[in-house]
Nanobody, 124 residues
Framework: QLQLVESGGGLVQPGGSLRLSCVLSGSTLANYAIGWFRQAPGKERHGVSGISKDGSTKAYEDFAKGRFTISRNNAENTVYLQMNNLKTEDTAVYYC?????????????????WGQGIRVTVST
């Protein structure tokens, strides 16, 4: 069974950085486009970033542009989300997800497989 496991979350002060990792097992990462999503308490889950199968195209929601960077290492079956200059409004549970299409997207309805999520808290 395909599984996605996030790591790298935690508590960070405003202006700090975190790098989230998403490891795929049970299949080959190169066969999937990957997305990052987040959900704050009491709010709907929404997209953060997406990356195509080969990493040639990337998608970012506006709040992530210039601060967040998505990347992938298919040989290690791992996708990363580097988050810089974090703000309190970035506090959420972050999820990685996979779909079998080729194009980068932040549309959650396109994704078939989801990780359990990892908590990110940005606070003084």
């Amino acid at each position: 069974q395909l599984q996605l496991v996030e790591s790298g979350g935690g508590l960070v002060q405003p202006g700090g950085s975190l790098r989230l990792s998403c490891v795929l097992s049970g299949s080959t990462l190169a066969n999937y486009a990957i997305g990052w999503f987040r959900q704050a308490p009491g709010k709907e889950r929404h997209g953060v970033s997406g990356i195509s199968k080969d990493g040639s195209t990337k998608a970012y929601e506006d709040f992530a542009k210039g601060r967040f960077t998505i990347s992938r290492n298919n040989a290690e079956n791992t996708v990363y989300l580097q988050m810089n200059n974090l703000k309190t409004e970035d506090t959420a549970v972050y999820y990685c997800a996979a779909h079998s299409g080729t194009w980068a997207t932040t549309d959650p309805t396109q994704y078939e497989y989801w990780g359990q999520g990892i908590r990110v808290t940005v606070s003084t």
